[in-house]
């Protein structure tokens, strides 16, 4: 079955550079999600997406911004990179509507990011 | 506020015994839906079970059972005969609307 797909899956940037994260989610999902997990962290909501729309917005920092598009891809776009963005970087979909209330969130295998 | 509590940091098992991963949470929602996925050290995070607010029954799948407990807002995940691939982190995790919330994960690891 088809599965999120992200790239890069690892990414090397200088502090102050910009990155981009893309998502592909799984086919017929409605919702996108970013999270952010630090070294022994829990994943931290970035910001979500139904429909193309912004739904919800977590710990984002202003730096960051993300948006999907017409094709339900999803980039992440980070600005001004620091050291303490360093983290691993989720991207999941999930269907959210009909017989799909009690879905969980299907994640993709993360792009590692590094700022040096 | 909806939070979930994982109290367990670190656990170490020999394989073949059963462990018990714990969860409790926090919600003022009365349907909601709980979750528990694997984090392996390759990183990826992977949906292993489900359960409703409104089902309270428990249920074993292969290894994998659990508890879970409205009373007591409690989500365990038991896996029995563990293997040394069962070491990974584990998070229990909670859903109100479209919104989830990460427990801060349990480290399990497995000694042959």
């Known amino acids: 079955a088809a599965g999120v797909i992200q790239s890069p899956r690892h990414l090397i940037k200088e502090k102050r550079e910009t990155a981009t994260l893309k998502c592909y989610p799984i086919?017929?999902?409605?919702?996108v999600y970013w999270y952010q997990q630090g070294p022994g962290q829990d994943p931290q909501f970035l910001i979500s997406?139904?429909?193309?729309?912004?739904?919800d917005k977590g710990s984002i920092p202003d730096r960051f911004s993300a948006q999907q598009f017409s094709d339900y891809h999803s980039e992440l776009n980070m600005s001004s990179l620091e050291l303490g963005d360093s983290a691993l970087y989720f991207c999941?979909?999930?269907?959210?509507?009909?017989?799909?209330?009690?879905?969980?969130?299907?994640f993709g295998n993360g792009t590692r990011l590094t700022v040096t | 506020a909806q939070k979930v509590t994982q109290a367990q940091t670190e656990i170490s098992v020999v394989e073949k015994e059963d462990v018990t991963l714990d969860c409790v949470y926090e919600?003022?929602?009365?349907?909601?839906?709980l979750f528990w996925y694997k984090q392996p050290p390759s990183g990826e995070l992977v949906f292993l079970i489900r359960?409703?607010?409104?089902?309270?029954q428990n249920e074993i799948s292969g290894r994998y059972s659990w508890n879970f407990q409205k009373s007591t807002s409690s989500f365990n995940f038991t896996i029995t005969a563990s293997q040394v691939v069962d070491s990974a982190v584990y998070f229990c995790?909670?859903?109100?609307?479209?919104?989830?919330?990460f427990g801060p994960g349990t480290r399990l690891s497995v000694l042959p």
């Open positions: 999941a979909s999930s269907p959210l509507r009909g017989e799909h209330y009690n879905s969980p969130l299907h």
């Open positions: 086919p017929r999902h409605d919702t």
């Open positions: 997406f139904y429909e193309k729309m912004q739904s």
């Open positions: 919600t003022r929602d009365t349907t909601y839906y």
């Open positions: 359960r409703n607010s409104f089902d309270e």
């Open positions: 995790a909670l859903r109100y609307g479209q919104n989830f919330v």
